[in-house]
């Protein structure tokens, strides 16, 4: 069964800190891995999409990478801001299907 | 990219009426589909919404409780038919362009 496991569940941190969201999946076969943020009572929004050459994409302050041998991805955020706050989600999408597997999401706190 | 408008952004609603929840996307897209998400939980696919052709339904969703509409490429309706407690979620649409998937931006939906 494809599924996809992030960690931690929840993470909270100072404004201007570092932080590294992790991302396990054993979806088969594998077709692409996307990071989205999600505002509260908002829907997801892109921000990265890897396929299977790909073992590193930034967007700004995001840095998502994909070591697609341990099937795992980390989306690192640098130089939090109190608007990262939210939840992120991994999403891999297999060759297989149309569907893509979602986990559950790190909900970020970002404190002033 | 592809701009989905969805609405209405929330609603609460009494138990046993019936919601219609409205995504129109800015270009046309072969593939959209409505998800539901409930606190602290992954989304979970309700169906596929195919045009010109009766929607896919995911186990555990039927078409009389949730019935969907999908006009032409650019539109799709769900409706959350008789309503009760446990239907209080949030429900997003989303479409495949290009590879890439959008959402819309949710509908909470609240029944008492």
């Known amino acids: 069964k494809n599924q996809v496991e992030q960690s931690p569940q929840s993470l909270i941190i100072l404004e201007g800190k570092n932080c590294t969201l992790q991302?396990?999946?054993?979806?088969?076969?594998?077709?692409?891995l996307r990071w989205y943020k999600q505002d509260t009572g908002r829907g997801p929004v892109s921000l990265t999409i890897?396929?299977?050459?790909?073992n590193t994409k930034s967007n700004g302050r995001y840095t998502a990478t994909l070591d697609a041998d341990t099937k795992q991805s980390s989306l690192h955020i640098t130089a939090s801001q109190l608007s990262d706050s939210a939840s992120y989600i991994c999403?891999?999408?297999?060759?297989?299907?149309?569907?893509?597997?979602f986990g559950r999401g790190t909900s970020l706190i970002v404190h002033p | 990219s592809a701009v989905i408008s969805q609405k209405p952004s929330r609603d609460i609603c009494q138990r046993g009426t019936s919601l219609t929840i409205q995504c129109q996307v800015d270009s046309q897209v072969t593939m959209m589909f409505w998800y539901r998400q409930q606190p602290g939980q992954s989304l979970t696919l309700i169906a596929t919404a195919n045009q010109g052709s009766e929607a896919t339904y995911e186990s555990g969703f039927v078409i009389d409780k949730f019935p969907i509409s999908r006009p032409n490429l650019t539109f799709s309706t769900l409706t959350v038919s008789n309503m009760s407690p446990e239907d209080s979620s949030i429900y997003l649409c989303?479409?495949?362009?290009?590879?890439?998937?959008?959402f819309g931006s949710g509908t909470q939906l609240s029944v008492l």
């Open positions: 989303s479409a495949q362009s290009n590879e890439k998937l959008f």
């Open positions: 991302c396990n999946y054993t979806v088969s076969p594998f077709s692409n």
């Open positions: 999403v891999v999408g297999s060759g297989g299907s149309y569907i893509p597997t």
């Open positions: 890897m396929t299977f050459s790909e």
